[in-house]
């Protein structure tokens, strides 16, 4: 059985704010200071969830270091106020660094959703094949 500590559960709790706020901050036309906000939480819960170290090794592995410095870089323009650049550059990194994360996670709404329309969507998104040959 996995353990939780108490440091996940505040991250958890950080983490989900932070996307709150950042949801929050572009459906308000990108208000920068929601944004900003909703991206230090956001950072912050993760370290928290997952810890420092492992933060760090996961934003500044070399493969991933042009995704990271899009959405790091992203974050940073967001901070000085450049709400619209700054987002856009952070979805492009978001997508640079989770890129491998994609098929599976298509997979895994594909297999908890039972709706024949969707389910075809999500199988071709995660490129898995349901034939039986």
Do not use: C, H
């Not at 819960?45 to 899009?70: D, E, H, M, N």
């Not at 979805?91 to 997979?107: D, M």
């Amino acid at each position: 059985m996995v353990t939780i500590t108490e440091f996940q559960k505040i991250g958890v709790g950080l983490t989900g704010f932070g996307l709150f706020f950042l949801l929050f901050g572009v459906l308000l036309y990108f208000d920068s200071v929601l944004l900003a906000f909703g991206n230090v939480l956001f950072l912050t819960g993760l370290a928290f969830v997952i810890g420092l170290q492992r933060t760090a090794t996961f934003f500044f592995q070399r493969q991933k270091l042009r995704g990271s410095s899009f959405f790091l870089g992203g974050v940073a323009l967001v901070l000085m106020r450049w709400p619209v650049v700054g987002m856009v550059m952070e979805t492009y990194g978001f997508v640079l660094l989770f890129r491998s994360f994609f098929p599976v996670a298509f997979q895994f709404l594909g297999s908890l959703v039972n709706i024949p329309f969707l389910s075809t969507i999500l199988s071709k998104l995660s490129g898995s094949s349901s034939s039986m040959v």
